[in-house]
Nanobody, 123 residues
């Protein structure tokens, strides 16, 4: 089974930046859509960003596209999420996700999940 391992979470003050990384264990996932979801405390998990396996197509949650950027390295098998100008409402567990379909904007489209990494933004 392909593993997704996240790293890079932590506690940062509001306004700071943070970069999350997710390494996937199998080159077969280079053809998958890879991305990130997050689950704020007491709320449902929500889509953050995704990167297609082909065509360099990326997608973002509308409310986050101005501050978050997704990067992907197919050789290193890494997908990263750079988060800038962080706000307390960005506090959440961030999950790396993979899907075999064309999009990854809902939980139904996810076939594999990472274990999650906590991001806490202090005010």
């Amino acid at each position: 089974q392909v593993q997704l391992v996240e790293s890079g979470g932590g506690v940062v003050p509001a306004g700071d930046s943070l970069r999350l990384s997710c390494k996937y264990s199998d080159f077969s996932f280079n053809t998958h859509v890879m991305g990130w979801f997050r689950q704020p405390p007491g709320k449902e998990r929500e889509f953050v960003a995704s990167s297609a396996g082909t065509g360099n197509r990326v997608n973002y949650a509308d409310s986050l596209r101005d501050r978050f950027t997704i990067y992907r390295d197919f050789y290193q098998r890494i997908v990263e999420l750079e988060m800038n100008s962080l706000k307390p409402e960005d506090t959440a567990v961030y999950y790396c996700a993979a899907g075999a379909g064309r999009t990854l904007d809902s939980e139904a489209s996810v076939s594999s999940w990472g274990q999650g990494t906590q991001v806490t933004v202090s005010s």
